[in-house]
């Protein structure tokens, strides 16, 4: 195996090249290429990494630091390009967030302009995460001749299943992203009060979640008209319409046409998207011929890159969490190395699928609070795990979870979802949700950067299930009466004995429910959490949440169509979980947490049946989960044998 290729060349940059797409337009692109020390672009031909972006191609710490200056010097061409529409490209009017019909070919189009360069050796990889990892598997449909490879980092494949509507529900989430895509976007440029309007609501997005429902006009986003309309799509399009099926929305329905190329899937466990990366990893893996790989470790949208940390939240995980862009290039040297130079690197025979199992610490507290969850790297064969044994944990009305089905009857469980009180999101899975710090006045907000003034509504990884000066609550009680979400009357909790011996889940996780309401609509949601016997710290022990997601009854039979509850009638829901790897440790317990409300992460239902997004009004709603017998609610765990 040879070592990877290391040269130290300089750098030459020409700032907002205007490449032609077919249709036209011209699209601003940067381009860094190797130089010698005097400054001078390198005779030859050397691979290309194209990275497309819908938030700067020129920021420093994202594309300058982390992509040009680290592989410039390698031998590489880095081609930065501002999408249609936004930054310095052409294209205004054209930009609907990420439900742009041309973006497949317009990285088509970039592809192979650039291969055709003369300092091109005619292969291009793609990197980039997130959006940039959108129009990746865009650019990947339309199959360019020349892309070579990609390493796709945190990339929601199905804008309508994980990204805005999961579970029927709308993530409030994507409501702040698109403030950020709002206020530097091209179409209020000339204009100081859409630009401010954007600004003073994304300063007040904790009280602009609660003025709902939103409608056309009333809202901060109506300043950009493209995004207000992509807004309204959002919320209240609850059914998989023609809408959603759009290429740029699901390109998981075309997998099939993606190009069979080398290609690298990452998230993590705390990221919005993990489930869609490791399908995505599965699925190309049965299609393809060439090595795919997967890398799932203990991070939310953004700790891998960047800086890295070894913890997220309230939560350390050990050095080995720890990558940032320095552990991550390691990684894409490698990576591009063998499929852009054709240097033998090792990859080919690298496990396709690395997971980070979180959990085997030692429970102890750092000099910041966080507890000591660990955890550990482990290479898997495939996903999900061939030997996962689905076991099914069922829920008893006395808030027990036992791997055995109780013999007794019939029973259930009730609570009051009152929409004017939901149960707060303590922490969550979340990305882009910004509420922006007010400037002082004498500080001029052109000379702050806009990401310098961000603090997350939700904290965005795992935080003990307790309020907090940053959780939002209802504005009917006092926000100095801090809570464990435990002692709810609308929480529910279930949980097993005390483990005996350390149970391993890795894996997706489905929560089969049976339910009944007095309304003829409302949500059902789920949180799983491992819960730390009791410390100094924490008397009622640490309640650490792995994940959560949602369910609204009306599509609990499907987003082909609605269909109303009857009141009284015991119905089943199912609420998917994303993924996660975790190890249980003896003498704590698996715990889930069953209620009809998880705000703000998801909108809160109305509980009136009335059409989504335009509801006149809110009812409370009396709500029921069944056990045992003919209607024993259960959580199917995938279960890994030691």
């Known amino acids: 195996m040879n070592a990877p290729q290391e040269n130290n060349f300089g750098i030459v940059a020409s ?28 005779d030859g ?70 291969a055709a360069q003369d300092w091109s050796n005619g292969r291009v990889g793609m990197v980039g995460a997130s959006h940039g990892g959108i129009v990746q598997n865009m650019a990947s ?17 199905n804008a309508f299943r994980w990204e805005v509507r999961q579970g029927g529900a709308m993530a409030l989430h994507m409501y702040g992203a698109l403030y950020l895509h709002g206020y530097d976007s091209q179409e209020i440029a000339d204009n100081p009060a859409a630009i401010e309007r954007i600004e003073r609501g994304a300063e007040r997005l904790s009280e602009e979640i609660w003025k ?40 998981a329905q075309h997998y099939d046409r993606m190009a069979d190329i080398p290609a690298v899937y990452s998230s993590g466990w705390y990221d919005p998207f993990a489930a869609e990366t490791s ?35 309230d939560v350390e995980f050990g050095s080995e969490a720890e990558w940032g862009d320095k552990v991550l290039n390691a990684e894409r040297f490698r990576w ?37 969850h660990g955890g550990e790297w482990r290479a898997e064969q495939e996903w999900p795990l061939a030997r996962t044994a689905v076991t099914p944990f069922y829920m008893t009305a006395d808030g027990g979870l036992n791997s055995e089905e109780q013999g007794h009857g019939e029973t259930s469980v009730s609570w009051v979802h009152d929409p004017e009180n939901p149960v707060p999101s303590i922490s969550g899975n979340v990305t882009g949700f910004y509420e922006w710090i007010v400037l002082p006045d004498d500080l001029d907000s052109a000379y702050v950067p806009q990401r310098a003034r961000m603090r997350s509504l939700i904290p965005d990884g795992p935080l003990h299930q307790k309020e907090r000066d940053s959780t939002i ?55 799983l959490i491992d819960v730390y016997p009791p410390s100094e710290e924490y008397p009622e022990g640490f309640h650490l949440p792995l994940e959560d997601s949602i369910r609204r009854a009306r599509f609990r039979e499907g987003y082909a169509a609605e269909k109303l509850m009857t009141p009284g009638e015991i119905c089943e829901v199912q609420i998917e979980l994303p993924p996660v790897s975790n190890l249980f440790a003896k003498g704590h317990r698996i715990r889930v947490d069953i209620a009809s409300s998880n705000f703000p992460r998801f909108d809160v239902n109305p509980n009136t049946g009335e059409p989504i997004g335009r509801h006149t009004g809110t009812q409370k709603a009396n709500n029921s989960m069944h056990t045992g017998g003919a209607h024993a609610s259960s959580i199917m765990l995938p279960i890994i044998e030691s």
């Open 141 to 157: 449909l339309y199959r360019p001749p020349h892309l070579a490879a990609l390493w796709v980092d945190v990339a929601p494949t």
């Open 212 to 251: 709902q429902p939103f409608s056309e006009g009333n809202t901060p986003i109506a300043a950009v008209p493209n995004l207000e309309k992509v807004l309204m799509h959002y919320y209240r399009d609850g059914e998989y319409t023609d809408w959603w099926k759009q290429e740029s929305l699901d390109h």
């Open 15 to 42: 700032q907002n090249v205007m490449i032609p797409m077919r249709d036209g337009v011209r699209l601003a692109t940067d381009i860094y290429r190797p130089a010698d020390d005097d400054g001078n672009a390198l």
């Open 336 to 372: 591009f190395d063998r499929w852009l130079k054709d240097i033998d690197t090792g990859v080919e025979d690298d496990d396709p699928v690395r997971i980070f199992v979180m959990g085997g610490g030692d429970g102890s507290f750092d000099s910041g609070g966080r507890i000591q």
């Open 279 to 313: 399908e995505q990893f599965a699925h190309m893996t049965a299609k393809n011929s060439t090595p795919q790989r997967l890398i799932l470790g203990p991070w939310n949208h953004v700790s891998m890159r960047g800086k890295g940390a070894s913890f997220v939240g």
């Open 473 to 527: 609550v209802s504005k009917s009680r006092p926000v100095d009466t801090p809570a464990l979400l435990a002692d709810r009357a609308d929480v529910n909790v279930f949980q097993t004995e005390l483990l005996a011996e350390e149970v391993e889940v890795t894996g997706p996780i489905m929560v089969n429910l049976w339910v009944s309401s007095d309304s003829l609509d409302t949500d059902f949601t789920a949180k």
């Open 45 to 114: 031909q050397f691979p290309v990494l194209v990275g497309r972006t819908s938030y700067d191609k020129s920021n420093p710490v994202i594309w300058i630091d982390a992509v040009a200056k680290a592989f410039v010097p390698r031998g590489y061409v880095v081609v930065l390009q501002d999408l249609r529409g936004r930054g310095d490209s052409e294209g205004t009017g054209d930009y609907f967030h990420t439900a742009n019909q041309k973006e497949g070919l317009d990285g088509y189009d970039t592809i192979e302009w650039a």
